[in-house]
C-alpha cells in the first residue's frame, strides 16, 4: 500500500513541473494550449537519446527543458506572426511534433533507458541505502517541484513577468501600456512547454523509457491536475497557486492509483480523467446556479 | 502637437459589409488644448481614435505627434505617447492583477520591461498617494484584484494609469458613458483636474453635449468619418447646448 502511494507521489511531484507548465498557459495566457502534448514527449526524447548515448542525466534533463521551449516558441510564431488561432497553432505543433519526436528518437518510436544512469539513480547515491527509486524519485521531484515554483514564483514577479500576466489578463490594455503582446505570448508559451519538456524529460528517466506516444492525454491530466488543486488547496495568493498546483498533480496520481488498485483497466484511464475535467469545468458554473436558486432569483418565484 | 491628416479607413473593403469609417478626417491640436469631440453613432469617433492609437492600419493619411510621424509605429510603441481610457471600465486595467501591479505596469510604460522586480517598496508610497486623492479609498486595498472593483472605481484607477506618466496625448473614448450619473460626475470632475494640473494635451469623445460644451477650450463635431465643425476659445464660450444640437440634426 504504501509502496502504491510513495510511487504516485514520486511520479505526482514529476507531473507537477507539467502542471504548472499547463497552468501558465491555461490559466496566465488564457490559452488552451495542446503542444503540451508533442513538448511532453519531445522533452522525454531528448533527455532519453542524450542519457542512451551515455550522456549526463542533468544535461540531458537541462536539454529536455530547451527542447520543449523551442516547441512552444514554433507555437506562438505560429500564432502570433501568422495569426493562426491559438488552439490550431497548439494543434498544428502538437502534429508536427509526432514526426520531429521520432527523428529526435533517431527513427525510432521509443529508446529504453533500461540499467543507464538517470537524475534518480545520481540522487539514489546520496540516500541512505535503504532507499529505493520511489523515494529517490520523490526526493528529485520535490527539489525539482520546489525549485520550478520558486522560480516561477520570481518571475511573474518581475517587471517582465508582470508584462506577459497584463499580455494574458487584458490584450487590450497591454498594448495601451506599451507592451509588445505578441513577444510576451512567444515567451509564455515557450517557458510553459520547457517546463513540460522538463516534466517530460523527468517522467522518462523515471518510467526507463521515452514513447512517442506517451504524451495522449497529458494536456487533459495537467488540466486535471490544476483543477483539482485550485478547488482543494485555494489559489488566495499566487504562492499558494503554486503550491496548489503541485499538491493537485499528487493527489491526481494517488486517486488514479487507488482506481487501478479497485480495478479499474488501465486502458479506461483517460476516459475517467477526461470525465473528471468535465465535470470539474462544470461545477462553478452548477454552484453559482445553485446559489441563484437559494437567493430565490429563480424564475418561478412569485412575489 | 497633434496633427492628423486627411486620414481615411474603410472597414471590410470589397465586401459587401464595406463601411468607411473614415472619409479624410483632418484636425490640429495645440500643446494643452483639451478637446472635446461629438457626433451621432457610426459618425467615426472612435475609429478616429483609434486610428492616433494604432489599433489598426489607416489606409490613407498620416498621423503626427510633436512633429513625428507614428503612421507606421506599431499600438504598443505609440503608447509612449499616449494615454487612453475606453469606454468599457473593463478594458483600462487587467482584472486578474492587483492595483499596485496595474498602475506599475502604467508607470514602465515608457520604459525597459527586465527582471527588476515589477513593483518596488519607493513605489508603493507614491501609488498610495496617488491613489488617496481619488478619494475611493483605494489606497487601503492596493492588494485587491482589480476585478473586484466597481466600474467607477476601475475608471478613475484606469484615469490614474493613463496620465502616471504625463503622457503628450490623452484619448478619452465616452469614458463615463457607463457609469451612474453620479459616479460619472466624479470621474469628469477628476479628469479636469488632472488634465488642468498637468496640463495635458486631451481629446474626450462624449455623447453629452453639457459636457462637452462645460469641459475644454475647443469643440468638434463628426459626421460621416470627418471633423464637420470645430469651435474655440470665445467662440465655443457663447455656444449653446441648442445650438450643438440644431447642428446635429443637419
Ligand atoms: N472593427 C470594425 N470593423 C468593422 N466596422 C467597424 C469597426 N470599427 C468601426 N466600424 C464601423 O465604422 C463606423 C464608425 O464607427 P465608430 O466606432 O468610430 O463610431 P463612433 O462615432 O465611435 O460611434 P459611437 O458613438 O456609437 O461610439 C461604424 O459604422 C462602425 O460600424
Ligand atoms: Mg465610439
Redesign the pocket.
Known sequence: MTGIILGAAGLGLLWSVMTIGVFLTYRVLDIADLTAEGSIVTGAAAAAVIIAGGGNPFAASLAAFLAGAATGLITGLLHTKLKIPALLSGILCMIALYSINIRIMKGAANVSLLRKTTVYTEVLRLLPSAANKDMAAIAAGLLCAAAVCAAVYWFFGTELGSAIRAAGDNMKMARSQGINTDNMIIMGLALSNALIGLSGGLIAQYLGFADVSMGIGSIVIGLASVIIGEVLFGVKTFRRTLFSLVCGSVVYRIVIAFVYKLGMPASDLKLFTAMTVAAALYLPKLTKKWAKRAKGGGGNAVG | MLSVEEVR?T??AGTV?E????DGVTFRLEEGDFITVV????????????AIAGV?PIDSGSVRIDGRDITALPEYKRAAYLGRVF?DPMMGSAARMNIEENLALAYRKCRRRGLGWGVTKKERGKYRELLAQLDLGLEDRMTSRVGLLSGGQRQALTLLMATLNKPALLLL??HTAALDPKTAGKVLALTEKIVTENKITTLM?T?NMHDALRYGNRVMM?RD?RAVFEAAGEEKARLKVADMLEMFEI
Open positions: 479607413k472597414f471590410n459589409n463601411r468607411i469609417a473614415l457626433g451621432g453613432n457610426g459618425s467615426g469617433k472612435s475609429t478616429t481614435m483609434n489598426f469606454q473614448d465616452e469623445v455623447h463628426m468619418g
